[in-house]
């Protein structure tokens, strides 16, 4: 089933850029610019149980991973930019930013939040928001959700019930304080690499979101994922998620 994700990634690209850019990007970026702060889509998975696919491209209910993303995060935010690995030109479509790990060595998401995070700093923003790639259904209010949560720190995570309706936390949904880069920097080169440990020790607030009718933080790891999404897509609309 990979081998077949794969093609289509091959045959459709042009396809997949043009719904992109007409449906999308058109001034959503714009709006209400100064009060948003800006986002980095974390993208830089190996996607090693879709057979190596490069998750960001898989195509969803006729668009790539990245532009369900794009279209959530566009009206909540100031500006976007996508981290990754890799060639940069493969998101040319998108029209944003590609940033790199400072890191070598794929050392995990902690290296993209601390790019979103050097990023941010330069363009004068106080804090930034990372979402991951793999997850298309993400709150429409996810931004503003994680800033009424912050705390004392200035960072943020989401969270929503499991299964047995616990609490988990999903850490690379966060809002971060442009000020922890210096600190996550020498956390990372201390050799830790383990994104809930460091939100833990940033004091974080928690934004709880509902898992009804389905967790909005669905993140698509699998091709059996990937089918349950598509169904989900078919069905549902972006709407605010709501507290559990």
Request: hydrophobic share 50%.
């Amino acid at each position: 089933m990979a081998a077949r994700f794969r093609l289509i990634l091959r045959v459709q690209p042009y396809r997949i850029a043009r719904r992109l850019s007409k449906r999308d990007l058109g001034g959503m970026m714009e709006q209400n610019a100064s009060q948003r702060v800006p986002a980095v889509i974390l993208a830089g998975g190996r996607g090693a149980r879709m057979g190596g696919a490069d998750k960001a491209l898989l195509p969803l209910a006729g668009r790539p991973l990245v532009a369900h993303l794009i279209a959530r995060l566009a009206p909540q935010c100031a500006r976007i930019a996508i981290n990754a690995g890799g060639d940069p030109g493969r998101f040319a479509f998108t029209g944003l930013p590609v940033l790199g790990d400072e890191m070598q060595g794929q050392p995990g998401p902690l290296a993209g939040i601390l790019a979103a995070l050097d990023w941010a700093a330069g363009l004068g923003a106080s804090a930034v928001v990372t979402a991951a790639v793999d997850t298309p259904f993400l709150p429409t209010d996810l931004v503003p959700r994680l800033r009424g949560a912050a705390g004392p720190s200035g960072a943020a995570v989401a969270a929503s019930p499991d299964a047995e309706g616990e609490m988990r936390l999903h850490p690379v949904f966060g809002l971060w304080p442009v000020a922890a880069r210096d600190g996550l920097r020498a956390w990372l080169a201390a050799g830790d690499r383990k994104v809930m440990l460091w939100a833990q020790s940033q004091r974080v607030g928690v934004a709880e979101f509902s898992a009804l009718p389905f967790d909005p933080f669905l993140n698509v790891n699998t091709p059996e994922d990937l089918s349950l999404a598509e169904s989900l897509a078919v069905r549902s609309r972006p709407g605010p998620g709501r507290a559990g």
